[in-house]
């Protein structure tokens, strides 16, 4: 595990992969993350307590959107997605999953499951 300090809390890593990031964070109030995107990680912000606001682009326009997610809620980012989260009045405690979309034709099997002779 390592801790980051940032503008906005601490970061605290407690998993990681080739494929997968799991993170906590500890989130100040009135404070927001960078406007980012990913090119090939997908977002997962479960909310353990407090509240997250994360805003989104939705169209190729600029429009945007706000998602509040409470405490004991999830919310998804795609790749390739702008966004950023940000908390509001109060801190928040969130966990973080960035992961590679899972491929279901990613397995090779040798022999086929069934029966035991």
């Known amino acids: ?70 405490e004991g809620q999830s919310f998804t980012v795609p790749p390739e997605i702008n966004h950023e989260f940000f908390t509001l009045e109060e801190p928040a405690t969130v966990e973080e999953v960035a992961y590679v979309r899972y491929d279901e034709s990613d397995i090779y099997r040798k022999r086929l499951g069934g029966d035991i002779e």
């Open 1 to 70: 595990m390592d801790t980051q300090h940032g503008t906005w809390g601490i970061r605290t890593r407690t998993f990681r992969t080739d494929s997968c990031l799991v993170t906590i964070l500890e989130l100040k109030p009135k404070k927001r993350c960078s406007w980012h995107r990913h090119k090939q990680s997908w977002n997962q912000f479960y909310v353990i307590a407090g509240r997250l606001g994360i805003r989104t682009d939705i169209g190729p326009d600029g429009q945007q959107s706000v998602t509040n997610v409470e």
